[in-house]
């Protein structure tokens, strides 16, 4: 028995590795995917424009060059459920919805890359998806062989009609180690943690480029703070896991859609950023309003969120009323960038720290930025107060970079400020 256990182990260890070597998602995966705005349409009679079909993956990759989106690292174009027939093939194979999808999935992928975009598709580790079509559950080597014909980039693979947490955990680890064995590079993007059962946080981690760890998102801000409130009570355990190769999901950015605020869609894109997690957006990008698309094209919040650490920022403090969080995240060079971020519903909170309170302590101060209006605030020291008054249910997001031997005076004096 026990020698059983140890070549079980070593079998356990030996796919570990193999899991993780893919090279990819070295940081959050940025894109659009069309699941919470355009769910599962397939009337393409009656609403062609909004149907989930070739059309709208290729008018939505138009979209993502034309206004902006890929170069502020938007990069995927990514598929969700209903894109598939009823049946497979006679081989076994998957194949595309022939009237929504009418060239295939191949001639799909080859038109997003050739606007130097990468596509993602979807399937559930199930008998069947959520919606009730083909699974990926017992067809686990011949899905990603067809997967990597087709040119895909990035799977998103479901839980849904599964067999089992046992199973369906396995058939996790055995579709990762299927999709490195193509020889394709593709982003495997994992709801493993929902399957139930025990987690293993560290396996999951080591199969899985990007990890959902909760419900599906809906377009309310409810649902949002669910979701964030979620991420707060794991956060520890969510950090352990964040790091190049391996990201936390807290499902889509809905910025731009029906519900959310100005400030609510602020208060997304900073904590989404902070947290270090893939940012997928999921709205119309043919009709978004100028104003939230600023806020999904911020680059300096961007760079925050793509910082080469990959570490997951978290909340450190709360003010005494509760009603301001203060999140940090460590960043490249010695830099920090810090949320605060309001719960209260009523008038703005005023909040007042100092860099040294949030735990960065550079010996010359910080050069400090304001990263959604754009401000630069100067040159503090460590122990000098930031203050600042937040909106009700918005943020006010900072970047830190260190002054790298420059006294406040000397930084003074180069701006010519005396």
């Known amino acids: 028995m026990n020698l059983l256990l140890q070549l079980l182990t070593l079998t356990s260890l030996c796919l570990t590795v193999y899991g993780l070597d893919n090279g990819l998602a070295l940081t959050p995966p940025m894109g659009w995917l069309s699941w919470e705005r355009f769910r599962c349409i397939t009337d393409c009679k009656n609403d062609p424009d909004n149907c989930v079909s070739e059309n709208l993956y290729k008018v939505m990759a138009d979209q993502i060059v034309k206004d902006g989106y890929l170069a502020a690292g938007y990069d995927h174009v990514n598929i969700d ?7 497979r093939d006679s081989q076994g194979k998957l ?44 067809h686990i080597e011949t899905d990603a062989k067809t997967f ?9 693979m479901d839980k849904c009609h599964t067999p089992g947490a046992a199973l369906t955990q396995q058939g996790f680890i055995n579709m990762s180690i299927a999709m490195n064995k193509t020889g394709r590079p593709m982003i495997f993007s ?14 999951i981690a080591n199969h899985c480029n990007t990890i959902r760890n909760g419900r599906d998102i809906q377009d309310s801000w409810p649902s949002l703070i669910t979701i964030l409130d979620s991420f ?26 029906y519900s959310l605020s100005l400030d609510q ?10 947290m270090a997690v893939q940012l997928m957006m999921s709205n119309d990008l043919r009709t978004i309003p100028i104003q939230f698309k600023e806020i999904l094209l911020n680059k300096e919040v961007i760079k925050v969120n793509q ?23 460590p960043l490249s060079g010695g830099s920090f960038a810090v949320v605060f971020f309001s719960r209260a519903e009523d008038i703005p909170r005023p909040v007042t720290v100092t860099p040294e309170r949030l735990g960065f302590n550079h010996t010359a101060g910080y050069i400090m ?30 970047r830190g970079d260190p002054a790298h031997g420059k006294t406040k005076l000397d930084y003074i004096k180069s701006n010519k400020i005396l």
């Open 81 to 87: 459920d209903c894109w598939m027939a009823a049946e």
């Open 95 to 138: 194949v595309a919805d022939p009237e929504r999808f009418p060239n295939g999935m191949k001639a799909l992928a080859d038109y997003v890359h050739s606007k130097g975009l990468k596509l993602g598709i979807y399937e559930s580790m199930g008998y069947k998806t959520c919606r009730g079509l083909p699974g990926t559950y017992g």
């Open 148 to 156: 990597a014909e087709w040119g895909i980039d990035m799977v998103k």
């Open 190 to 203: 994992c709801e493993w943690p929902n399957v139930g059962g025990n987690r293993n946080w560290t396996l």
């Open 232 to 257: 707060i009570t794991n956060q520890d355990t969510f950090a352990a896991i964040s790091k190049p190769g391996s990201y936390n999901d807290p499902d889509m950015l809905i910025i731009g859609d």
């Open 265 to 274: 869609s602020k208060s997304q894109m900073a904590l989404w950023s902070i």
């Open 307 to 329: 910082d080469k650490l990959g570490i997951m920022g978290k909340r450190i403090m709360k003010t005494p009323d509760h009603q301001i969080e203060i999140w940090t995240k």
């Open 369 to 398: 930025y304001e990263l959604f209006d754009h401000q630069h605030l100067g040159h503090f020291m460590a122990d000098e107060e930031l203050s600042f008054k937040v909106n009700p249910v918005g943020v006010v997001m900072l």
